[in-house]
């Protein structure tokens, strides 16, 4: 069974930072791309960052210089780094992998608030 747990998320002033995980269980977490995506209250889910099993790295425009995306395979962790926040971050944060079926696997999210 496919697991993606998020955690870290909070309220944090503009210009503050919160780094955000997402651990799994169930994949061969080495080998998939984890992706990090977000939600604000009616808009569409949006891709923020995502990072290949090799490591290379993919960012939303709005979000690259600030945010970072890494992965531990060791802990089969993925994490989001973000900086310099802003109001416009505000969002509920989903981790996100595609499986080897091509069914797409989604965390329960968490809440990310930026106060101005």
């Known amino acids: 069974q496919v697991q993606l747990m998020e955690s870290g998320g909070g309220l944090v002033q503009a210009g503050g930072s919160l780094r955000l995980s997402c651990a799994t269980s169930g994949i061969i977490f080495r080998i998939f791309t984890m992706g990090w995506y977000r939600q604000a209250p009616g808009e569409q889910r949006e891709l923020v960052a995502d990072i290949t099993g090799g490591g290379s790295t993919n960012y939303a425009d709005s979000v690259r210089g600030r945010f970072t995306i890494s992965r531990d395979n060791a802990k089969s962790t993925v994490y989001l780094q973000m900086n310099s926040l802003k109001p416009e971050d505000t969002a509920v944060y989903y981790c996100?992998?595609?499986?080897?079926?091509?069914?797409?696997?989604w965390g329960q999210g968490t809440q990310v608030t930026v106060s101005s």
């Open positions: 996100h992998t595609v499986g080897t079926a091509f069914q797409n696997y």
